[in-house]
């Protein structure tokens, strides 16, 4: 099973080797709330970049452990990557770039992050 994420304009293109997430946070910290990401959350080697490798830029802030990857064209941040707390490599995929995710019927974990 495998979904795909797409940035606005269609120049990047993620294959995501996984089922879509049935959770997903969404963050009330100035930059998840800025973009209105929600997030759910799969392996890093579960996600391929199979169109736009070209066009995506990195954006950190913060502790910059984070990269935020988004289509330099249009702005949108299909997923970022980083590392979970066991040190392995993982992804949160923007789940308002996959067109087969339905925000109704998926769990939405709100997490304080602006407190941290
Ligand atoms: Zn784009």
Known sequence: MSFEANC?????????????????????????????????????????VNRGEDQLETYQFNRHVIDHRFCKNCGVQPFAQGKGPDGSSMAMINLRCVPEADLETIEIVHYDGASL
């Open 8 to 48: 606005h304009c269609g120049a990047v293109s993620v294959t995501v080797d996984a089922e879509i997430p049935g959770k997903a946070v969404m963050c009330n910290c100035s930059h998840c709330s800025i973009k209105s990401l929600v997030l759910g959350a799969v392996p890093g080697s579960a996600v391929s």
